[in-house]
């Protein structure tokens, strides 16, 4: 047995609905609009929030949670990601240029996760306090913009 061999289970497949093709069909006269009303006519568009009358899903949902209007997304690099780089300054532009970052706009924060062997410069728009503890234990700087 190979794929070419391969078929189809029967009853697996439908056949289309032919609307509109007489009597006979199963689907004649009204294809399956029924009579008068909105959706029997041409034009006509069902919205998927519009229920007919009955109290709409997301009025009878209740609302949680909190959004922060005031949230700013940051970008975040780890120390392992700057050790990987083996570079000696390493700023906003050069991780963008690596594709480490996707964004110039927003803001880079570095974190102390991984360790780094050799003295690196970074300069960034936040660090964490294990970040620059562990930059300067390598003999590195940390500036912030």
Do not use: C
């Given at each position: 047995?190979?794929?070419?061999?391969?078929?189809?289970?029967?009853?697996?497949t439908?056949?289309?609905?032919?609307?509109?093709?007489?009597n006979?069909?199963?689907?004649?006269?009204?294809?399956?609009?029924?009579?008068?009303?909105?959706?029997?006519?041409?034009?006509?568009?069902?919205?998927?929030?519009?229920?007919?009358?009955?109290?709409?899903?997301?009025?009878?949902?209740?609302?949680?949670?909190?959004?922060?209007?005031?949230?700013?997304?940051?970008?975040?690099?780890?120390?392992?990601?700057?050790?990987?780089?083996?570079?000696?300054?390493?700023?906003?532009?050069?991780?963008?240029?690596?594709?480490?970052?996707?964004?110039?706009?927003?803001?880079?924060?570095?974190l102390?996760?991984?360790?780094?062997?050799?003295?690196?410069?970074?300069?960034?728009?936040?660090?964490?306090?294990?970040?620059?503890?562990?930059?300067?234990?390598?003999?590195g700087?940390?500036?912030?913009?």
């Amino acid at each position: 047995m190979d794929l070419g061999s391969l078929k189809k289970a029967s009853g697996s497949t439908k056949d289309r609905k032919r609307v509109g093709r007489g009597n006979a069909s199963g689907h004649g006269k009204t294809a399956g609009r029924g009579h008068k009303g909105y959706h029997s006519r041409s034009g006509s568009k069902h919205r998927a929030w519009v229920e007919g009358g009955t109290m709409p899903i997301y009025r009878r949902l209740p609302k949680r949670g909190f959004k922060n209007i005031f949230r700013e997304d940051v970008q975040i690099v780890n120390l392992s990601t700057i050790a990987r780089l083996q570079i000696p300054e390493v700023n906003r532009d050069l991780l963008y240029e690596k594709g480490i970052i996707d964004n110039l706009s927003k803001p880079v924060k570095i974190l102390g996760a991984g360790e780094l062997k050799e003295a690196v410069t970074v300069t960034a728009n936040a660090f964490s306090k294990t970040a620059i503890e562990k930059i300067e234990a390598s003999g590195g700087k940390a500036i912030i913009l």
